[in-house]
């Protein structure tokens, strides 16, 4: 074993290349990548072999997957600098870690044998589709997807799925369907893994947010999905959501604080570069707040979404570190990529910095993954139940 300060050094060096990684080669690309498209995905395949060339590929996948095995805890330390660029999951290998160690987890012998080790290793993409268009997100118990059994023991699987994150791209949907009961019902929900070349799966239209690509509404036209292709147990899919979910919130979380450090470092170098005839802007105390009360958002969720982090790595229930961080970290990125647009003037609203990009991520933070009302009262009933009535 190594000695802690030699661990240390190792870990803040893994950091450094990893940041120097995504300034270099990520961040120039973004443009490309943020357009998707054809171009996109040549421009990704080619970041991807960079990060295998320079030994950073897939580094908090399990190693019996084929990854480099880095617990949650190590993760947390480098995935801000990862994080920084939202394209840097993706190209760094870390990105299927949610859909590979979920199917690893609760696939049968065929799905473990199929897909796990082949979304780590870049060969396949997956996405995941819980949200119905018909239907509220915030009520998974209401989804009108429906997948029926058949008499040899498969599946059909029919509706629709929309804002599935990269669904164009990828080659696997596990897709949330009624298999048991009525709408309403708090059970009977299954997920399923469907190969996006199975006849009958469509893929509708692109979703563009706030003029940003990768969302996608898709269909499910009595696609045939195989019995061995149902995850963990029929009827009880919600609990593999929540466990999927909470560890997602929290790198989306940490890479968020990424990107708002980025735009931190932005606003600061234009505050102490621009000068009016009053002088340089940093000397207006207005400017100031706004520097003030961004760092103060970025250091009081930091320690929040390691909390989270722990909690998580620690196998607690992480229901209230997991709401708390979530909301504090969306409304953080929000402030601070405003005040950074803010200080920029006009330049910050047009093409030549990432900012817009990086308010777009801080806006549709406040929806995706559960808007924050649900995180709100959802933490508030749990410590509420902790206190006499
Ligand atoms: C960029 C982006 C990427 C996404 N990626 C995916 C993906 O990959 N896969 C996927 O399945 N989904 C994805 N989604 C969908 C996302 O998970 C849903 O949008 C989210 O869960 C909310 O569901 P909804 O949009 O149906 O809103 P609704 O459920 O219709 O809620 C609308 C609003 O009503 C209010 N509200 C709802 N419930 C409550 C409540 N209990 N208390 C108080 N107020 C409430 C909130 O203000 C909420 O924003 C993505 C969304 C975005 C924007």
Redo the contacts with the bound molecule.
Sequence with gaps: MRAPNEQACKEKELTERVSAFVRTHVMPHEPVLDAGGPAAAAALRKLQAGAKEAGLWALPLPEELGGQGLDLARYARLAEAEGASDHGPAALGSAPLLDATMLWRHGADRVRTLYPHRLTSGELRA?????DPET????PYLTATRAVERADGGWTVSGR?W???HAAEADLVTVLARTDGQPGDRTGLSLLVVPTSAPGFRVVRELP?LGGAG?WEIEFDRVHVDADHLLGERGRALAIAAERLQLGRTLRCLRWLGQAQRAFDLMCERVNSRTGSRGPLGSHQLVQSHVFESLLALRTTRPLVHEAVAAIGAGRDAHVEVGLAKVAAARMLQQVTDAAIQIHGAAGLGPDTPLPALYRTGR?AR?????D??HI?GVARRVLRGYGT
């Design positions: 996405c995941y589709a819980m949200t509220p997100g915030t009520d799925k804002f599935t994150s947010v969302q549709t929806i995706l993954d559960g808007p009302e649900l009262t």
